[in-house]
């Protein structure tokens, strides 16, 4: 009787040399470093930077943003080292994934309820939603492919867990990028939007990694 696929990876985890890891942590540095730079390098080429910038730094919402962009990075990238290595699972890691998230509901909460019932739709929606959560998720696929080339030079046995930690680095990476050239600064529209296209980028790679990540 063919085994299954669960017993078959605990197998693998079991007999496994153990995973190396600093080289998990320095390879992942480098592939979010490279990665990060080429959907900067993209953003500024296809789309430019804000041209604020020198001002901008002043609202507090800006700074806000920035914030949440790389604490939902920082909090990916060390979900997604733990996960590369064989006989992790995602699921005691849920709740550090959830905090950025968390923490930016709040501020767009605290937002909404402070404003008019006519100031909420352009609060969430802004201008350009459709915009964000198009071009966000495309800023992420090439932090994605370093990150599942780091995976596949690993061994992760939660593929699905895995694979979900690697996309919402990619696409926190990606928000970052984005960030240099949005002037949508919103809480709720970051809430909404820019933190909805980081989820969807998480969801694909959960659905792709166990196609893209096989030992």
């Known amino acids: 009787m063919a085994l299954q696929t669960e017993d078959l990876i605990a197998r693998l985890a079991a007999d496994a040399r153990p995973v190396d890891a600093h080289r998990i942590l320095r390879t992942t540095l480098v592939a979010a470093t490279l990665g990060l730079a080429a959907a900067i390098l ?31 990075a920082a909090a990916a990238a060390l979900v997604f080292v733990r996960l ?5 699972t995602l699921k005691p890691l849920i ?6 998230f968390a923490g930016i509901a709040v501020l767009a909460s605290i937002e909404l309820g402070m404003a008019g ?10 201008s350009s939603w459709t915009f964000c959560l198009t071009y966000l998720p495309l800023y992420a696929i ?54 909805g ?14 196609r893209l990540v096989r030992w």
């Open 117 to 126: 019932p006519q100031d909420m739709p352009a609060l969430v929606f802004g």
């Open 84 to 88: 590369a290595r064989p006989g992790r």
């Open 95 to 100: 709740g550090l994934l959830a905090l950025p």
């Open 42 to 72: 993209m953003v500024v080429e296809t789309i430019g930077m804000r041209r604020d910038w020198a001002t901008a730094w002043g609202d507090p919402r800006v700074l806000a943003k920035i914030l949440f962009v790389l604490t939902a």
């Open 197 to 210: 296209a980081i989820l969807i980028v998480g969801l694909l790679g959960a659905l792709l990694a166990p």
């Open 142 to 195: 090439v932090p994605f492919g370093a990150l599942v080339a780091v995976l596949r030079s690993s061994a992760p046995t939660d593929l699905r867990g895995a694979g979900f930690a690697a996309g919402l680095f990619a696409g926190s990476l990606a928000a970052i990028a984005y960030a240099v050239h949005c002037t949508e600064d919103a809480m709720a529209f970051v809430a909404a939007w820019y933190a």
